[in-house]
């Protein structure tokens, strides 16, 4: 029982904490909450969920090969990452949802197109698995004493810890959208598009100058 209740708060936890920082799929949640509702939100937060389990997996099997890989190549993986996300807050500044809110008939599959790009856009930062060995190390997830019930109990709880957080920021952007009419949303999409875009591309600078001085360039 003390093993079970140690995997409900630790596990729970890491979900939490992983999904907390308000980054690029933060603000891609809450996007589309504001402007499709709390549903798609959501969506994007399962997607964002199953990305965070599949890191988790990867480093609770002490992969070395792939954390290595990710080691050495955290430049490089810094710049592709911050060129997706500069397309993607451009997108976000240049597109008024005006325009899809006015359409009557809805998107077929649109719920696994915003499940996708909330998987995609998570498992873009692959450096989320540098802090995910910490912070199974600080809870105490996986241990030699625990049985292969309670490794699947815990990753199904960091799930758990994961969609708890989405399913508070959905609950809460949503009271808030009834605040803002449909031209207001488009005033979010650019705020939220141009802080993604700035912050974009100082990652995509920090990480192309320090590649330059790793091979010498300058």
């Not at 954390?67 to 500069?86: E, K, M, P, R, Y």
Request: charged share 10%; hydrophobic share 55%.
């Amino acid at each position: 029982m003390e093993i079970i209740i140690s995997l409900i708060i630790g596990c729970i936890s890491i979900g939490i904490i992983l999904s907390a920082p308000m980054g690029p799929i933060g603000i891609l949640c809450v996007q589309r909450t504001l402007n499709k509702g709390r549903l798609a939100g959501l969506h994007t937060g399962v997607g964002a969920s199953l990305s965070d389990l599949f890191y988790c997996l990867l480093a609770g099997m002490g992969m070395s090969i792939i954390t290595d890989f990710i080691a050495t190549n955290v430049d490089l993986l810094q710049v592709v990452g911050s060129i997706i996300l500069i397309v993607y807050a451009i997108y976000m500044i240049v597109h008024n949802p005006v325009s899809k809110v006015k359409k009557d008939v809805p998107e077929v599959n649109d719920k696994w197109r915003e499940i996708l790009s909330g998987f995609l856009l998570t498992l873009s930062n692959p450096l989320i698995i540098l802090l995910i060995f910490p912070l199974f190390a600080r809870f105490g997830f996986p241990l030699p004493e625990h049985h292969w019930y309670h490794i699947i109990l815990g990753y199904a709880l960091i799930v758990c810890g994961a969609m708890l957080w989405w399913y508070a920021i959905t609950y809460i952007v949503d009271k808030v959208r009834s605040r803002f009419n449909i031209n207001s949303m488009w005033t979010i999409n650019r705020i939220m598009g141009s802080i993604l875009l700035l912050v974009s591309l100082y990652g995509l600078g920090t990480g192309l100058w320090r590649l330059l001085v790793t091979y010498h360039v300058i």
